[in-house]
């Protein structure tokens, strides 16, 4: 379905962005190489769907230069800046059936309330990739970009995807759906498998995840992307249908690291996700036929086998009640079972996941917590902590403020750091509390520790996010405080 919006649909700009193919093979490039700039300039959506769909992984890259205009959805969110992302943490922070998820190389942390106050800021500080499942719940620029590309497609929902540099979130696995990986920060580097262990998988057979092992003879089977690892950056979208296994990380990013000092940025990536597999012949005509059945009494009742004759009579007895049975629900599925029946039961799964959705969507705002009667003048603790941004300035606590923030019983007022940060972080909240009269944005924050007295590795690990949930977490403990709020 074509966009009447005025803004553009993010999926034509996606799709009319240059496109890299994942398996086709050489010959067949060729000939595409030739024909690509008529055959995409006619319908670029329509090649998708003729081309790529379900068929290989694709990558569109610069997709914020096809953009209409400003206002494209895909535009707005691919310039999404930090101060973003720290807003959509602290709200599903304070979403109980949607709370980030902490993997640190690979695993999940079992108890990250323990750990890490389920604070997703101080887990980044630790070196964990933070997960956010439904990230459309909670901000408005990701809501409004699933909206536009349900233009498109029946129906989609967002992941997002924070990864300091030098980790991976998960390891390698296959998912029960398509996906549609825009880079929004930093850059990530991926690894998609040629060969499909399981065509076309449901929930139960994604290998790589609830101890379904990956087969050696995928990862020897080479990759797509003409054998070559692949790396996306702002703008670019990895388009990868389901069951092609894939693992992500930002090691190649530090790998290259220059001699000089510029700091490395983390990878914040959303998934959009395209449940195919709920779209198929066999889940919508398996949900038909069983709601047919169920409608009829008789094929409500416990069938006549068990362990003992006296259960359900002898076995030709039972196979002659299983035959008619058999017959009558034939019958009934023959008779009721239409192909427009079908399309109906389509439209209304995914136009009834479309409604429940757009209602949260629309309401992310008025979802966040009440602040529970703060000080006008309130500049540590939680609340302070929510509203610091990257042009927030905070100096020095004085020792009542730091008396005034209450820590849940058992809760440290310290913090754990990677390693590569620790000097750097450090040095900093001792040059604050030295120079208590000092005010600073949080954004310069880095600019008052002396660059000869720090390794140059733990300098680049201090970018503009280690800087943001560093301070929101010192000013949550009561170590910093906020001088005033960022100019709007």
């Known amino acids: 379905m074509a966009s009447k919006n005025s803004a553009g649909s993010a999926f034509q700009a996606i799709a009319s962005s240059l496109c890299e193919v994942g398996i086709t093979n050489e010959a067949k490039k060729k000939d595409d190489d030739a024909s690509q700039k008529e055959s995409r300039s006619n319908n670029h959506v329509q090649d998708f769907f003729q081309n790529v769909w379900q068929t290989q992984p694709a990558i569109f890259r610069s997709c914020q230069d096809a953009c209409v205009n400003k206002d494209c959805p895909l535009f707005k969110a691919i310039h999404m800046e930090w101060d973003d992302v720290a807003q959509m943490l602290h709200h599903c922070r304070e979403s109980p059936s949607h709370a980030p998820l902490f993997f640190q190389n690979g695993n999940p942390i079992t108890d990250p309330e323990t750990t890490y106050a389920n604070n997703p800021h101080a887990a980044y500080l630790d070196g964990c990739s933070i997960i956010v499942n ?83 003879s995928v990862f020897a089977g080479g990759l797509c992307f003409d054998d070559e690892e692949i790396t996306l950056s702002a703008g670019d979208v990895l388009y990868m249908p389901r069951g092609f296994v894939h693992e992500a990380s930002t090691h190649t990013q530090t790998a290259i690291m220059t001699t000089t000092n510029e700091a490395i940025e983390p990878s914040f990536h959303i998934t959009l996700a395209l449940a195919t597999h709920d779209w198929c012949i066999a889940s919508i005509l398996s949900d038909t036929i069983r709601n047919t059945l169920i409608g009829n009494p008789e094929f409500r009742k416990a069938l006549p086998i068990g362990p003992c004759s006296e259960y359900g009579g002898s076995q030709c007895e039972v196979d002659n009640f299983l035959k008619q049975q058999l017959e009558s629900a034939m019958s009934l599925i023959q008779t ?39 000080a006008e003048d309130d500049c540590v603790g939680y609340y302070a902590a929510c509203r610091l941004t990257l042009n927030s300035v905070v100096r020095a606590s004085s020792v009542e403020e730091r008396n005034r923030v209450v820590l849940e019983e058992g809760r440290l007022r310290g913090l754990t750091v990677r390693e590569e940060t620790m000097q750097s972080l450090m040095t ?34 201090i970018c503009d996010f280690t800087l943001l949930s560093f301070t929101r977490c010192c000013v949550e403990l009561g170590a910093l405080a906020v001088v005033k709020e960022a100019e709007a």
């Open 336 to 374: 009721n079972v239409t192909s427009g029946l079908l399309h109906e039961q389509m439209t209304n799964k995914y136009s009834m996941h479309n409604s429940r959705a757009g209602e949260l969507r629309r309401n992310i705002t008025s979802r966040k917590r009440p602040i529970e009667d703060p």
């Open 134 to 216: 439904h990230a459309d719940f909670h901000h408005s620029i990701i809501a409004n970009l699933c909206n536009s590309l349900q233009e498109t497609f029946p129906h989609v929902y967002a992941n997002t995807y924070l990864s300091p540099p030098d980790s991976h979130a998960v390891n390698a696995h296959a998912d029960d759906r398509d996906v549609l990986v825009v880079q929004l920060l930093g850059s990530k580097t991926w690894k998609v498998y040629r060969k499909v262990p399981i065509q076309y998988p449901f929930e139960n057979e994604q290998v790589g995840k609830n101890g379904l092992g990956v087969d050696p």
């Open 428 to 461: 900093i909240v001792a040059l604050m509390k030295e120079k208590s009269s000092l005010e600073i944005r949080v954004k310069d924050l880095s600019s008052i520790a002396p660059t000869e007295s720090i390794s140059m590795c733990s300098n680049q690990f």
